[in-house]
């Protein structure tokens, strides 16, 4: 599966997906530059996280104008997965290509800590290879991750099983005090309406190795690489 | 054509930002402030025709990129006789 890391300028998080990529997953991986309109020889692109073009305007919100974002809607459209993480799902949200939109946490800080985050859809390329109601462990580490959609966003989204993760504790239950930064309903994570754009909060890559302290984000890749058999089409469950 | 845009957050939206800025000045002695928002000021001159059509422009921008309307709410006003800034 060929892979493709953007970097903004701004980008944070790129080289640790690079390295995961090519290092853990053992794939086939390139940078490719915010100006970039060609993303013909991709499989699966990833927006890193990090503060692009300076997170001026709101989160994400000049990132998601720009010309590689506006290429991924063709990218998308043509069947090609895109994840991202932090600042990407910020960026996807601005651009309009996952509902709902990032806000400022809800306690002001800047939250760096690890998460539990209790898996609610394992239908999604993504999450083919977890089981409902299972927790991962991976770390957030943001100022403006909380999760707002309007009611009928909301209603819709629950409605086509939209939401991947939740906030959760340890043994999955999904309470205020597991919340971290105040996202409605403790949601983490979300999938587009044909579960090939998944944008998430927490940071994958940095849960891809025992020496990083755990390895739930490789669950992620594991489902994704798993979901392309030779001919390209979906692996069935 | 000179134009300014004012972004707020919507009604209901809680502005966590203008929580803090209206405990702080609570903290200062100013505990009669009700309620306090934080919001957004973009000063714009651009080329236009008419004033319709600046507005139009303007419009435009605050749904493409300035605003996000999921979270925002905004006003347009021409600001024709000043300056953009003080110098």
């Known amino acids: ?237 | 054509m000179k134009l300014r845009v004012l972004i707020r957050l919507k009604p209901g939206i809680l502005d966590v930002q203008g929580s803090a800025v209206q405990r702080a000045l609570a903290g200062l002695g100013f505990g009669d402030v009700r309620e306090l928002r934080v919001g957004k000021l973009i000063e714009i001159d651009l080329e236009a025709a008419s004033a319709a059509v600046a507005q139009q422009r303007v419009d435009e921008m605050c749904r493409k990129l300035l605003a996000n309307t999921i979270l925002e709410d905004y006003t347009i006003e021409a600001i024709e006789a000043e300056r953009l800034a003080p110098r």
């Open chain 1, 1 to 237: 599966m060929r892979f493709g890391v953007v970097v903004f300028p701004g980008t944070w998080s790129d080289c640790d997906f690079h390295y995961v990529i090519s290092e853990v997953i053992r794939q086939p991986v390139k940078y490719v530059w915010h100006r970039d309109r060609n993303l013909a020889d991709l499989d699966c692109v990833v927006l890193p996280g990090g503060f692009s073009y300076g997170d001026y305007l709101r989160a994400g919100a000049v990132a998601g104008k720009s010309p590689v974002v506006e290429a991924l809607r063709e990218f998308v459209a043509n069947g090609g997965y895109v994840l991202g993480s932090c600042n990407g799902f910020q960026i996807l949200c601005e651009a309009g290509m996952l509902p709902g939109v990032l806000m400022r946490n809800e306690c002001l800080q800047y939250r760096c800590q690890s998460t539990n985050l209790l898996v609610e859809n394992v239908e999604t390329p993504f999450t083919r290879g977890l089981r409902a109601g299972q927790v991962l462990t991976m770390p957030i580490s943001h100022g403006e991750g909380k999760y707002y959609a309007d009611v009928p966003t909301l209603a819709a989204l629950k409605a086509r099983q939209g939401i991947v993760f939740r906030y959760a504790t340890a043994d999955g239950q999904v309470v205020k005090a597991a919340n971290p930064n105040g996202s409605v309903e403790n949601i983490a994570g979300v999938v587009n309406e044909t579960g090939t754009v998944h944008g998430l909060m927490p940071h994958p890559e940095r849960a891809a190795e025992t020496a990083m302290g755990g390895t739930d984000g490789l669950l992620l890749f594991q489902s994704l690489l798993g979901t392309l058999v030779e001919d390209g089409t979906f692996l069935k469950r």
